[in-house]
């Protein structure tokens, strides 16, 4: 006698025992393929605006000098630091997704990559208001300072959408954890958490981008 296998609507068949490839996975992944031809845009844009200046007028003369320079400034430890913190972000929310796959909740997982992400907003909105004390700003120095705030500006908008998604993720395993102490199952779907998780990693990739073309080169 056959047995007919029957898959959810948004599944398709994965070989047994392997993951499975949902239309929701599918769509996320072609929405950060869109997104990483944004930021590459804003990328190529940026290095034809500056080779254009020349030799020597990136940064022009009078604007803040936001480079590493050895030794460091304030400012450069700031940000290598805010770097840091992003990055660690990443870690934080894999480590919550191990422990969720376990049978945990991920709750501290979780609410370290939030607490993370908002420190990161918190530090960038800081260098921002420093730099505009230093009279830089997006109509000030050329193509400058409006190439250095739309960037990091649009990055940081992402940010803050990705940390409303992780605090969502957060808030379901708090749930998932008040589930487990009183001897209940949790909801064995992860398709949220995973979907969050791919968009979190892709941010912290494109800091990378950003901090080297930005600050380093």
């Known amino acids: 006698m056959s047995t007919a296998t029957l898959t959810s609507p948004g599944h398709v068949p994965a070989s047994a025992g392997g993951?499975?490839?949902?239309?929701?996975?599918?769509?996320?992944?072609?929405?950060?393929?869109?997104?990483?031809?944004?930021?590459?845009?804003?990328?190529?844009?940026?290095?034809?605006?500056?080779?254009?200046?020349?030799?020597g007028n990136?940064?022009?003369?009078?604007?803040?000098e936001i480079g590493v320079r050895l030794p460091p400034t304030f400012l450069n430890w700031v940000m290598i630091v805010?770097?840091?913190?992003?990055l660690s972000?990443?870690?934080t929310f894999h480590w919550g997704e191990v422990r969720m796959r376990k049978g945990g909740s991920g709750l501290i997982g979780y609410s370290l990559t939030a607490l993370l992400g908002a420190v990161f907003l918190g530090v960038q909105a800081w260098e921002w208001h420093h730099l505009k004390g230093e009279g830089m700003?997006?109509?000030?120095?050329?193509?400058?300072?409006?190439?250095?705030?739309?960037?990091t500006g649009f990055?940081?908008?992402?940010?803050f959408l990705g940390l409303l998604g992780v605090l969502w993720v957060a808030a379901r395993a708090g749930l998932r954890q008040m589930k487990l102490f009183s001897g209940q199952t949790p909801n064995p779907s992860h398709t949220?958490?995973?979907?969050?998780?791919?968009?979190?990693?892709?941010?912290?990739?494109?800091?990378?981008?950003?901090?080297?073309?930005?600050?380093?080169?």
């Open 155 to 159: 990055h940081g908008l992402h940010v």
């Open 137 to 151: 700003w997006f109509d000030s120095f050329g193509t400058y300072g409006s190439c250095f705030f739309t960037m």
């Open 192 to 217: 949220f958490e995973e979907l969050t998780g791919y968009y979190w990693h892709f941010v912290d990739v494109v800091w990378i981008f950003l901090y080297s073309i930005l600050y380093v080169l």
């Open 19 to 55: 993951p499975r490839f949902t239309l929701p996975k599918f769509g996320m992944l072609v929405f950060l393929a869109s997104e990483a031809m944004l930021f590459a845009g804003l990328i190529g844009g940026y290095i034809v605006l500056r080779l254009a200046q020349g030799p």
């Open 58 to 64: 990136w940064p022009p003369p009078g604007a803040p």
């Open 89 to 91: 972000s990443s870690l």
């Open 82 to 86: 805010n770097t840091a913190i992003l």
